[in-house]
């Protein structure tokens, strides 16, 4: 039988390692020393096809490995420490790092050079995949990069296991159907969260939020230890979040459970919230869809409900004049606290009328996005240039405000 695997050192590769066999090292670290040659093998395996090689037989160690103090052999040992650290919580895919002392890599290097090996492979590297490794055999989980559910950080110098559980996001939309709740919490402003008796010990200025009324659920079924609401923009508080809702991603801090029923948790919402906000198209999500709801501005649809004593002539006269053509909006006082004050560039795209009645009328319009619909109907005492109620000559009132869509995607 021929064995498959190739492994043809070069000479100065077995110079090496005859160099190398009085060191005291363990099968691991010696093969170490030549790890980058030849592909397919363990470290061990290259130790052994070396002294094979050599003709000699594995050199007799007294004492543990010079080089790694028998790390290698003890993997166990961190494999048991690092499943200790994430008892109770649910994980499938994990990374594996550590923590190493610079002068045990720095003494690594200068053993390389005096045997004078070129395909010295770092301990690190090699304790990391084979740590892993044993992880992967033990649990079954899967090890590597890519987007793991735990990361576990070997100190070696302490002896212990840090692990870093990642959070789980959930991707879906919301609607708002009370005009008295804000997106997120926000906290007292006088007490700044601690408590006090204006927020009535609460330490929040309303009572709740879209924020914690949809991560409540989510937060018990995944038993994490917060929540953090990721919204495509937001809404006042007194409009309603109609049609299909607007796309946001929540992100469940230290998860213990990562399976979650999301076509549970939709009835579970709306019932918790006595339907105050209802979400659909509950879906697994990442990192990367925070930054895409964070990122995103899109077209928005509003219905609006105008007070003023104007003919409806006048109104659709004034709609053609200003659709379709820039307007100038200096940011809104009501905002001024959050956003920095300067003249943006917005666009109303399209806008009609759906409804007369002798107190007013109501809209339905179509805006690029960051457009202040409030200010553009009222003037915002000329901030917003030109303005609906310029437009008409009549002083204009918002009586009501809903989003009717968010236009992320098409419809
Ligand atoms: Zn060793
Ligand atoms: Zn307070």
């Given amino acids: 039988m021929t064995d498959p695997v190739v492994f043809d050192p070069p000479p100065p590769a077995l110079t090496a390692a005859r160099a190398a066999l009085d060191r005291g090292l363990c099968p691991e670290c010696y093969g170490r020393l030549f790890g980058r040659l030849g592909h397919g093998l363990s470290n061990p395996e290259r130790a052994r096809r070396l002294w094979e090689l050599l003709g000699t037989t594995p050199p007799v160690r007294t004492g543990p490995c010079r080089a790694c103090e028998d790390l290698f052999a003890r ?35 200068h053993q390389w050079l005096q045997l004078g090996t070129e395909w010295g492979e770092s301990a690190r590297s090699a304790f990391n995949r084979e740590w892993g490794k044993a992880l992967e055999a033990r649990t079954g ?6 987007r793991p559910d735990v990361v576990f950080l070997a100190d070696l110098a302490v ?20 005009r008295t709740i804000p997106q997120t919490h926000w906290p007292c402003r006088r007490c700044r969260g601690r408590g006090c008796d204006d927020c009535g010990g609460s330490g929040k200025t309303y009572p709740t939020s879209v924020e914690e009324l949809v991560g409540a659920p989510v937060l018990a079924a995944a038993g994490a230890t917060e929540t953090r609401f990721h919204g495509m923009g937001r809404e006042d508080i007194d409009a309603r979040m109609l049609g299909r809702g607007r796309p946001f991603v929540l992100e469940v801090v230290r998860p213990r459970n990562r399976a979650l029923d999301l076509a549970a948790l939709a009835p579970e919402i709306a019932r918790s919230s006595a339907g105050r906000v209802e979400v659909d ?3 697994p999500a990442s990192a990367a869809d925070v930054l895409q709801v964070k990122e ?19 109104v659709n006269e004034a709609l053609v004049v200003a659709t379709g053509r820039a307007i100038a909006q200096r940011t ?10 300067r003249v943006r560039p917005r666009r109303i795209v399209s806008a009609r009328v759906v409804e007369t009645a002798d107190a007013g009328f109501t809209l339905e319009i179509r805006t690029e996005a960051g457009t202040y619909v409030k200010e553009w109907v009222e003037g915002d005492g000329g901030r917003t ?10 002083p204009l009132k918002v009586g ?12």
């Fill in 296 to 314: 995103a501005a899109p077209e928005k649809s509003y219905r609006v409900g105008v007070l003023g004593p104007v003919p409806v002539a006048k």
């Fill in 332 to 341: 809104p006082t009501r905002v001024a606290h959050r956003r920095s004050d």
């Fill in 281 to 283: 198209e509950l879906r």
């Fill in 385 to 394: 240039e030109p303005n609906l109620a310029g437009l008409v000559g009549v």
């Fill in 141 to 146: 989980a899967s090890g590597g990069p890519d």
């Fill in 159 to 178: 002896g212990r296991v840090e692990p870093t559980i990642l959070p789980l996001y959930v991707r879906g939309r919301y609607r708002k159907l009370d």
């Fill in 75 to 109: 993997l166990d040992v961190w494999v048991e420490r690092g499943l200790r650290t994430v008892e109770g919580f649910e994980w499938h895919r994990f990374t594996c790092g550590s923590r190493w002392e610079p002068e045990l890599l720095a003494r690594e290097e």
């Fill in 400 to 411: 009501f405000l809903d989003v009717l869509d968010v236009h992320d995607t098409e419809g």
